[in-house]
């Protein structure tokens, strides 16, 4: 009885199955962006789309732009936010005291209570 692969002759992470001589692939563009520290990015994007006006430099990580005269600045930290934080910007304190209400309300279904 054979062991290991359902498949004779495949393995996981294996290449396509197909040559790559018998495909073409889309046709792309060359596209460089410069970050505030000099560096230069070079993407290759597909030829029918337009370019992000950002993107972040594999190097030191901050935004670069598309104009290599005025690249955009260091990217802004944004404070660490808790859970709460975020609940608090999508609700009200109404939305959360008739929340609360609701769920006491289950609660008190549940043990028998009226």
């Not at 359902?6 to 889309?26: K, L």
């Not at 962006?33 to 029918?48: D, F, N, P, R, T």
């Not at 955009?72 to 008739?98: Q, T």
Request: glycine residues 10%; aromatic residues 6%.
């Amino acid at each position: 009885m054979p062991h290991g692969s359902a498949i004779r002759g495949t393995r996981v992470g294996s290449g396509p199955v197909r040559p790559t001589e018998r495909c073409d692939p889309a046709p792309r563009r060359p596209v460089t962006y410069w970050c505030a520290k000099g560096h230069s990015i070079e993407v290759l994007l597909a030829a029918e789309v337009a370019p992000p006006a950002t993107w972040d430099c594999p190097r030191c990580g901050q935004p670069g732009g598309l104009d290599q005269l005025n690249p955009p600045g260091p990217a802004r930290a944004e404070p660490y936010k808790s859970h709460l934080a975020y609940v608090k910007e999508r609700r009200s304190d109404a939305d959360g005291e008739a929340l609360l209400a609701e769920a006491l309300a289950a609660l008190r279904r549940r043990r028998g209570e009226f």
